[in-house]
């Protein structure tokens, strides 16, 4: 059985920060590319970041220098660092175990993340 956890959401003023974990069971993490997504009220879900296997990096040009996508493979879990946030970051961040060779795509539950003064 696949399980993706998220933590480390909240609330946190403009310009603090948060780390978001993502612990994976279930899957080879080692070799499995993983994201972050986010989604605000109203709108789709949206890429964040992605880790390849490769530990190659790709981001949305909106958190580009903010935000840092990681991986600790022997842990089996992503985090997502955002620093320097802003009320448009507000969301429901999740987590997502990328398409392997057959298709299969797993998420997380999500976490809120409340971007307020």
């Known amino acids: 059985q696949v399980q993706l956890v998220e933590s480390g959401g909240g609330l946190v003023q403009p310009g603090g920060s948060l780390r978001l974990s993502c612990a994976a069971s279930?899957?080879?993490?080692?070799?499995?590319?993983m994201g972050w997504y986010r989604q605000a009220p109203g709108k789709q879900r949206d890429m964040v970041a992605i880790?390849?296997?490769?530990?190659?990096?790709n981001y949305a040009d909106s958190v580009k220098g903010r935000f840092t996508i990681s991986r600790d493979n022997a842990k089996n879990t992503v985090y997502l660092q955002m620093n320097s946030l802003k009320p448009e970051d507000t969301a429901v961040y999740y987590c997502?175990?990328?398409?392997?060779?057959?298709?299969?795509?797993?998420w997380g539950q999500g976490t809120q993340v409340t971007v307020s003064s």
């Open positions: 279930g899957i080879p993490f080692r070799t499995r590319a």
């Open positions: 880790s390849t296997s490769g530990r190659s990096t």
């Open positions: 997502k175990a990328e398409r392997d060779l057959y298709g299969a795509v797993y």
